[in-house]
């Protein structure tokens, strides 16, 4: 028979088929076999997470705990203590905070 769909849509996974055999001289149908392989669509993209937040000097610490489990491929827009403000969110690729962002003094 065919592949069966792969059992997961992102990382790795298993398809399975059952083959039927034949006795090569008698063509007598032997028992149904079932196979499994590995399989691996696309590789999953991990949200971030930490033990820590980021060390952003004058951030609001709740603010960036907050952030944790951010999805992979977005920003978490964090809050900066009184008179700083954020320069730019936190971007999450792939499982890691990107470095930079930092919190600045307000402009007037």
Do not use: Y
């Not at 069966?4 to 008698?26: H, K, N, V």
């Not at 937040?53 to 951010?70: F, K, N, R, W, Y």
Request: aromatic fraction near 4%; proline fraction near 6%; include cysteine.
């Amino acid at each position: 028979s065919t592949w069966s769909a792969c059992s997961r849509s992102c990382g790795l996974g298993q398809m399975s088929r059952t083959r039927a055999q034949r006795e090569e001289m008698s063509g007598v149908a032997c028992p149904r076999r079932e196979e499994t392989a590995a399989c691996e669509l696309v590789t999953c993209r991990r949200s971030c997470h930490f033990d820590l937040p980021p060390e952003i000097e004058h951030a609001d610490v709740s603010s960036l705990l907050e952030c944790d489990g951010t999805e992979a491929g977005s920003s978490c827009k964090f809050r900066c203590q009184d008179g700083f403000e954020p320069d730019m969110p936190l971007i999450c690729v792939n499982g890691i905070f990107l470095l930079g962002p930092r919190c600045l003094p307000q402009s007037c």
